[in-house]
């Protein structure tokens, strides 16, 4: 779950990066568009916390699905009832 969660922190920072890198590149566009774009990356930085938090709520709805599904293949029919063996000595 670290990795996952550290792994979620990482791409949010790589994002908010190619975001800063596309605000550089629009200084010499109109003051209109630019200013539109760096009210844009802010909600974006201050909402850090909501996008992390939902994006992690959705991987890992993800993965107890996988977990679920994972199980449902390897367990036995639920129309298959288990019989005690009986071993009888000779």
């Known amino acids: 779950m670290k990795f996952i969660r550290s792994e979620l922190q990482s791409q949010f920072s790589r994002i908010l990066e190619q975001c800063r890198r ?8 109109r003051e209109n568009a630019l200013l539109q774009a ?16 939902r994006a992690g709520q959705e991987v890992f709805a993800q993965l107890r699905d996988i977990e679920r599904e994972t199980l449902a293949r390897t367990a036995p029919p639920s129309s298959a009832k288990c019989r005690p063996i009986s071993i009888v000595s000779s």
Request: some cysteine; hydrophobic content about 40%; aromatic content about 4%.
């Open 38 to 53: 760096q009210e844009c990356v802010t909600t974006f930085h201050v909402h850090k916390k909501i996008i992390i938090r």
């Open 22 to 29: 596309k605000l550089k590149a629009l200084e010499g566009a």
